[in-house]
């Protein structure tokens, strides 16, 4: 069990650049979350897919932002046009459907900074 | 909807001595309640959760919570803390039923352990 993965761990980006980030969750797993964490703040809900399908997803992500998991395995965020307001830790969970509750893993983050 | 409240940003306390994190929610359901844990430089790591059942539930690391529905509390316990114990803590809910999981988090408590 490698737990999930993200990557890149730092990103430093330019205002209106796009970023696009990765996360490998644990191989069993079919659920998928995305959670943005800014600084002082607990982690927010982004999105969530099951296998591929994106079921889910909060108002917090913008037209800028898009999700995908085209093979119900790994994921992506890209984010286009980059803003200051985009700081933050990107965190990747993952866990496996069942009952009555099934505990999601964390990826270590991906940290991003728009200058 | 849910809402999380940490009471207290940061909690300074000598090592060896008890500790209390407090943690309220809001809800109009049922819900399932986490405490995770973040070290520096890492993801979230589970430390404990209240499904169902007996209200005190122990978790790793010589932690543990109490659920109380009528005060909707659950703060974390412990009653002898390590140096290592140093991290940033985070109260989570998510909805019995119409929820895919996702996680409510508070705005976190940072526990510092002094020799």
């Known amino acids: 069990d490698t737990g999930v993965s993200q990557d890149p761990r730092h990103k430093i980006t330019k205002r209106g650049q796009n970023v696009t980030f990765r996360c490998d969750p644990i191989s069993e797993h079919n659920r998928l979350y995305w959670y943005r964490q800014t600084l002082g703040q607990g982690p927010e809900f982004l999105t969530y897919f099951q296998n591929e399908a994106q079921l889910e997803k909060s108002r917090l992500l913008s037209d800028r932002f898009s999700a995908e998991r085209p093979k119900g395995s790994f994921s992506t965020l890209e984010i286009q046009r980059t803003e200051q307001g985009d700081s933050a830790m990107y965190l990747c969970a993952s866990s496996a459907t069942g009952s009555p509750y099934n505990e999601q893993f964390f990826g270590p983050g991906t940290r991003l900074t728009v200058l | 909807a849910q809402s999380v409240t940490q009471l207290d940003s940061q909690v300074p306390v000598f090592e060896e001595a008890p500790v209390e994190l407090r943690c309220n929610y809001s809800s109009s359901v049922s819900v399932y309640l986490f405490w995770y844990v973040q070290y520096p430089n890492q993801g979230l790591q589970l430390l404990l959760k209240y499904l169902s059942g007996s209200t005190l539930v122990k978790g790793i690391n010589g932690f543990e919570a109490e659920f109380n529905k009528s005060q909707t509390s659950f703060h974390l316990r412990k009653p002898s803390v390590h140096i290592s114990d140093t991290a940033e803590y985070f109260c989570?809910?998510?909805?019995?039923?119409?929820?895919?999981?996702?996680?409510?988090f508070g705005k976190g408590t940072k526990l510092s352990v002094k020799p």
């Open positions: 989570a809910v998510s909805g019995v039923y119409g929820s895919q999981g996702n996680l409510i």
